[in-house]
């Protein structure tokens, strides 16, 4: 199975095919296709950046001042 990836929107429920690809879907007009349609989220963003934040602090709060002497290696 070959794979294309392109971004695309939707419109009136559909979705267009960019017209620099649109060639190889009608080279195997027939042939079954498999659709996978991810959506930008834009909260994953925030998610992403309180998990960091979250996991930097907990790892800083096993640092003790005796581990200072590792600092300039």
Avoid: C
């Amino acid at each position: 199975m070959k794979a294309l990836e392109f971004l695309s929107k939707i419109k009136n429920n559909r979705i267009i095919i960019p017209t620099g690809i649109r060639s190889k879907f009608m080279a195997d007009a027939n042939k079954d296709v498999r659709v996978i349609v991810l959506i930008e989220d834009p909260t994953e963003d925030i998610d992403e950046l309180n998990f960091k934040q979250a996991s930097t602090s907990e790892f800083l709060k096993g640092y003790s001042e005796s581990d200072s002497i590792y600092d300039d290696y």
